[in-house]
């Protein structure tokens, strides 16, 4: 399946979720290819420490921009079970290549306001992509809710409502487990000490993402 993790908007978690997705489908056992469509190649930074801090990254990441997301993730793809694309927070160009080969656009929001109102952004380029992709799933998902409830439910029902968008009910919390993951070239998953409600989280995402 072919997944991208992508928000016009910056700092919700896209490349946070998308290295802890690529690494839950290699622990699945699955041949995973990572790539990184932001030029702050950020998901290439995380896979270049994690290659020194465990021998090996588990999965193969290439770095790729624009037009080419499209042409080169159609070729790669039938070598892979499965393609995780990392897109920046502005550069459309290679987001709207991205919703052009992807099957799932999964789109992290966090559930403050100005990340809300920045959704029909992001709703406005999935309809323009589905002219070209029609089979293209696209899914709204909290990331870094609070823990208390009011806030998130206020969120999941404005996000309810965005036109053509899937409200995935597999939030994932504010959780120091997932910065001091990365911090090791790791996923939440692989943390020790184990943070189990960070894990439990991203497995319930991973089922509902790749289904
Ligand atoms: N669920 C979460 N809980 C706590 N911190 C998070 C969570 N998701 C992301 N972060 C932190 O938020 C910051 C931005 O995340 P990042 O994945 O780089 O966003 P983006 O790729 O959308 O710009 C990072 O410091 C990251 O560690
Ligand atoms: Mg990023």
Redesign the pocket.
């Known amino acids: 399946m072919i997944l991208v ?1 992508g ?1 016009t ?10 290295v802890n997705l690529a690494i839950a489908r290699a622990l699945d056992g699955r041949d995973v290819l990572l790539v990184d469509g ?1 030029e702050q190649a ?1 998901a290439i930074g995380f896979t270049e420490l994690r290659t020194e801090q465990l021998g090996r990254p588990g999965y193969t990441a290439v770095s790729l921009h624009g037009a080419a997301i499209r042409t080169q993730t159609r070729q790669l793809a039938p070598k892979y079970a499965d393609v995780v694309i ?1 897109v ?2 502005r550069d459309t160009g290679s987001l709207r290549a991205a919703l052009t080969v992807a099957d799932t656009v999964l789109i ?1 929001v966090q559930p403050r306001s100005f990340d809300l109102w920045a959704i029909d952004n992001i709703a406005a380029l999935v309809r323009e992509a589905r002219e070209i992709n029609d089979r293209l799933r696209a899914v709204v998902v909290l ?3 609070d823990a208390q409830g009011a806030d998130n439910d206020a969120a999941a029902e404005a996000l309810g409502e965005a036109d053509g968008l899937e409200y995935l009910p597999t939030p ?8 001091n993951a ?1 911090a090791g070239g790791r996923s939440v998953l692989e943390l020790t000490p184990r943070d189990p409600k ?1 894990a439990q989280e991203l497995a319930a995402m991973v089922k509902a993402v790749f289904v």
């Open positions: 993790v928000n908007k910056g700092g919700v978690g896209k490349t946070t979720l998308a932001d950020t990392d920046g927070g992290p990331n870094a809710a994932i919390g504010r959780r120091k487990a997932f910065p990365a960070a």
